[in-house]
């Protein structure tokens, strides 16, 4: 386990241990995050790296990660824990038919960890070989205003309640990280009890510099063109603009056919890994694909 980091400084070089480039604005409100004990909100478009900053802690700090992920209609019981009900039934007739059991007992046995599945969240408040895990609770805006308001407890008082146990607590807090793509509005409530920081995509240097990071057999003026290229996307009017794990999985893809320059014809081929609706799709072939590109090589061509 590696101790937790003692500047700003050192928090962004864990990060980009685990080739996470990040800002000096988001390593600090992470440092504050771990050096407060506090859960992290993160919020952004959907690709912006919200949920590798958990992965990237996790992995920089020897901790586990506990990943909750979220959907419509998630409730307490798929989140904290469940009971084994086909072993509970088995104990149940193994013990009807040994006669006579103490029902109270019985039932003391039953309700017990034996029986006793853990979920994401009670697994999070319970002790973890290398320290405290980290939990990621990741896009809680897909989930509905309930089971926010049951979230209150844990990210509160680092507890769970179980009803037929009690309240669980955690000895060590994990840390906790909670993202958001802001399909709609998280309440107040639980944004009070978190820092709140807005992932936004990076300029051109800083993608360029993930890039390096995430695709280092990429040329450099490949890298370029595909970074160029990716952020006039961004200003196109699309319905789901290309975000940083678009721009890394192209690389990939170019990299994969062995291009060493981008062309439109490449460029046609391969849009499925940057844009994920046919609509957009559409708008970007052909000659507005040519037209961006042109626009790129302008950019780049020396002085």
């Not at 490449?266 to 844009?275: E, F, K, Q, S």
Request: overall charge negative; charged content about 25%; hydrophobic content about 45%.
């Amino acid at each position: 386990m590696t101790a937790l980091p003692s500047s700003i400084d050192d928090t962004q070089t864990l990060l980009e241990g685990q080739n996470y480039v990040c800002g000096r604005a988001l390593a600090t409100v992470v440092f504050l995050a771990l050096r407060l004990g506090r859960p992290l909100f993160l919020e952004g478009e959907a690709g912006t790296g919200k949920t590798e900053i958990a992965k990237a802690l996790a992995a920089g700090l020897g901790r586990r990660l506990i990943r909750l992920q979220c959907y419509e209609g998630l409730d307490a019981s798929s989140a904290v824990y469940e009971w084994n009900f086909p072993a509970q039934m088995v104990a149940i007739r193994a013990a009807e038919a040994s006669g006579g059991a103490d029902k109270a007992a019985l039932q003391a046995e039953l309700f017990s960890d034996d029986y006793l599945t853990a979920r994401p969240l009670l697994e999070a408040m319970q002790p973890q070989e290398g320290g405290p895990p980290v939990l990621l609770i990741d896009e809680l805006d897909r989930t509905d205003e309930p089971f926010e308001a049951f979230l209150l407890e844990a990210l509160s008082d680092f507890q769970v309640t179980i009803p037929e146990i009690g309240t669980i607590k955690a000895a060590e807090p994990p840390i906790v990280i909670v993202t958001s793509n802001r399909t709609r509005e998280v309440h107040d409530a639980l944004k009070r009890r978190c820092l709140y920081h807005w992932v936004d995509y990076p300029d051109f240097d800083r993608e360029l510099e993930i890039l390096a990071a995430r695709a280092p057999e990429a040329q450099h003026a490949l890298s370029q063109q595909i970074v160029a290229f990716v952020q006039k996307l961004r200003t196109e009017d699309l319905f789901k603009k290309p975000g940083v794990a678009e721009t890394i999985d192209w690389a990939k893809c170019l990299l994969a056919l062995d291009a060493l320059t981008m062309s439109p014809e490449v460029i046609a081929d391969t849009l499925g890994a940057i844009l994920k609706y046919q609509d957009d799709i559409q708008k970007i072939q052909g000659s507005e694909a040519k037209r961006i590109l042109d626009e790129v090589r302008a950019e780049l061509a020396p002085a």
